[in-house]
Nanobody, 123 residues
């Protein structure tokens, strides 16, 4: 069992930066891939980024490539999402999720989810 708690969301002006954290409980967290997803009002949850258990493999949505960086610290049971050059269209609730199957791009590939953290980017 893995429990995930996101933090670091907030309000920022366009062009600004935020760093989200996903803190996990559970001794086996380091064996899970982790993904970040986001959901804007009225839209479906969409993939943002994912990282393998080792941290060596990462994937990004085209919309965030070059602006967002996913990383992890297994000693701290934490995964990060550094978000730079934020745009109003990045506004959403951001969720982290853990998968035993690898760093997938789809919601159904993930076994555990956090409650989400709100990110609001103003123009």
């Amino acid at each position: 069992q893995v429990q995930l708690v996101e933090s670091g969301g907030g309000w920022v002006q366009a062009g600004g930066s935020l760093r989200l954290s996903c803190a996990a409980s559970g001794r086996t967290f380091s064996t899970y891939a982790v993904g970040w997803f986001r959901q804007a009002p009225g839209k479906e949850r969409e993939f943002v980024a994912a990282i393998s258990w080792s941290g060596y493999i990462t994937y990004y949505a085209d919309s965030v490539k070059g602006r967002f960086t996913i990383s992890r610290d297994n000693a701290e049971n934490t995964v990060y999402l550094q978000m730079n050059s934020l745009k109003p269209e990045d506004t959403a609730v951001y969720y982290c999720a853990a998968s035993q199957s690898g760093p997938g791009l789809f919601v159904y590939e993930y076994d555990y989810w956090g409650q989400g953290t709100q990110v609001t980017v103003s123009s």
